[in-house]
């Protein structure tokens, strides 16, 4: 029998397959991530790894673990995962792919046509009983149908996806995809939506100078990770009315605190990282993850593992 931990509950009744295969699981319990102490004495004994986007798996909690032989992100991305001392220790590394692509893409048109058509304002005058009759010049907003969009990572399953639902709006789909120039994108695009992973050589990737090269008037939208954006750099041209609006999933750190200064940015919209959050594309990564998990305690191939970099 395998001991695996489980870095919080997660959807659907996946787990259900490791008890009934013989597994120990333990479910860290409450709605918040353990604590990198916590999070240690949980894995120490631990054949397994069930974890998060939130969950920082680095050489030094891998050291605290010497059983870990299999981790299961629940997650298309692994930007939290040290691949090269996960490679060196022989502990493989799952991922749940393609199964949030449609959620994602969808969030990422919800996000693009909210922020365009600037339906936070509008709801909140409603709200706040500010709507007193139709207003030939109230909450003018930018046109979605026919208007151009730069995707960057196009070549992606999520970019791919936005790619589509643009197309159905007669959108011009600018792809851009490494090795192309971005600011030259940048330069022609009405909407700008961010699906490249995050590593070291796109973090930051939107900073003073992308922003200064993007067409005036611009939205920006990011369901990709929050370390794509220099959040300082999206705040000044925010504030001086470089962009017309920006609408984030993900931000960094995550949550934002209050006082960050992001957030007092206008025309910006902030959400609690959503993209998959369908009862349909949690539940599939739930399974996927507990396949990467079965396979990896049998000492079999992941049969969705982590992509080399």
Do not use: C
Not at 108 to 116: E, I
């Amino acid at each position: 029998m395998s001991r695996v931990f489980v870095a919080r509950a997660i959807a659907g009744n996946a787990l259900q397959r490791l008890t009934a295969a013989g597994h120990e699981v333990e479910v860290w319990p409450g709605n918040l991530p353990p604590h990198p102490i916590e999070l240690r004495d949980a894995v120490a004994d631990a054949d397994g790894l069930l974890s998060m986007l939130t969950e920082r798996l680095d050489a030094a909690l891998l050291d605290a673990a010497p059983q870990l032989k299999v981790i299961a992100n629940y997650a298309v991305g692994f930007d939290n995962v040290d691949l090269a001392a996960t490679a060196a220790r022989g502990i493989a590394v799952g991922v749940t792919p393609d199964v949030l692509t449609d959620a994602t893409a969808d969030l990422t048109f919800a996000l693009l046509l909210a922020a365009a058509r600037r339906l936070p304002e509008a709801q909140q005058a409603v709200i706040q009983g500010r709507w007193r009759t139709f207003e030939p010049r109230g909450w003018l907003g930018a046109s979605v149908h026919g208007a151009s969009i730069a995707i960057v990572g196009a070549r992606g399953r999520i970019g791919g996806a936005v790619a589509r639902r643009a197309r159905g709006f007669d959108m011009e789909v600018i792809p851009v995809n490494r090795g192309d120039d971005l600011h030259a994108a940048l330069a022609r695009a009405d909407f700008v939506s961010l699906h490249t992973p995050l590593t070291p050589r796109t973090r930051h990737l939107i900073d003073d100078d992308a922003l200064a090269a993007t067409k005036p008037g611009a939205i920006l939208v990011n369901t990709g990770r929050g370390g794509l954006v220099d959040q300082d750099a999206l705040a000044r041209a925010l504030r001086e009315g470089r962009l017309r609006a920006a609408a984030l999933d993900v931000t960094d750190p995550e949550p934002l605190p209050p006082d960050d200064p992001l957030l007092a940015a206008p025309n910006l919209i902030v959400l609690p990282h959503i993209g998959s959050a369908t009862h349909q594309a949690r539940e599939a990564m739930a399974e996927m993850a507990v396949d990467n998990l079965l396979a990896g305690l049998a000492d079999e191939p992941l049969p969705y593992p982590a992509p080399q970099r």
